[in-house]
């Protein structure tokens, strides 16, 4: 089993939708969560952390259910601007190595 | 906002030499990585560094690879003799250390082309 899985999509909606991604991770002893985004050849750049309470930041929305290991990214009014790809990332604790899923791409189109 | 700096953005070299990709992480971060993304696949954990010194290594961070912080700012990774598949990008990231719950910040990495 991957250590953290995704569905590499592409994820293609109209401008103004809502879409939601999903992602599984393996390793139970996870604490820190992470959905970073990447643009084509560029490096990863922070969209959010993932707290156990769930978060939301403007038309971001980040959920984790830790009995399940399953972490959530819902992305509403969706902009030309948003298509990337989305990766769901991991780590054991902060400071420890990240482990990546394989992302999904998100394309929004006009 | 302060960021991680890697250079060059670019290196081209042939097979079987030396190359040395440098960065410059957050100055006030303790944790310092290296990442490498081959075109089309997933990010993988190359090496971990923390207190001068490695903390934590994958399989694919062999012989052929070291790391070094010779002063007090720049973090650099050698590949001793490359071969064709070390072509990918290569990132950098640093991070405040395990009690901040913050994100890991990554450079905009040193494009590899080894032919």
């Known amino acids: 089993r991957k250590e953290v899985e995704q569905d590499p999509g592409p994820f293609n909606v109209p401008e103004g939708a809502t879409v939601a991604f999903n992602c599984t991770y393996s390793n139970s002893a996870s604490q820190s969560f992470f959905w970073y985004r990447q643009d084509c050849r560029k490096e990863p750049k922070l969209l959010m952390s993932?707290?156990?309470s769930g978060n939301e930041d403007g038309r971001f929305t980040a959920q984790l259910n830790r009995a399940s290991q399953y972490i959530s990214l819902l992305i509403r009014d969706s902009k030309l601007s948003d298509s990337a790809t989305y990766l769901c990332v991991v780590a054991w604790e902060y400071g420890n190595k990240l482990v990546f899923g394989t992302g999904t791409i998100l394309r929004v189109k006009s | 906002e302060p960021e991680v700096t890697q250079t060059p953005s670019h290196q081209v070299t042939q097979m079987g030499q030396e190359v040395i990709l440098r960065c410059v992480p957050i100055s006030n971060h303790l944790y310092f990585y290296w990442y490498r993304q081959i075109l089309g696949q997933k990010v993988e954990f190359l090496v971990s560094f923390y207190n001068n010194e490695i903390s934590e290594k994958s399989e694919i961070f062999d012989d052929q690879f070291s790391v070094e912080r010779p002063d007090g700012s720049n973090f650099t990774l050698k590949i001793r003799s490359t071969k064709l598949e070390d072509s990918a990008m290569y990132f950098c990231?640093?991070?405040?250390?395990?009690?901040?719950?913050?994100?890991?910040?990554f450079g905009s990495g040193t494009r590899l082309t080894v032919v």
């Open positions: 993932v707290y156990s």
């Open positions: 990231a640093s991070h405040p250390g395990q009690n901040k719950r913050e994100g890991y910040t």
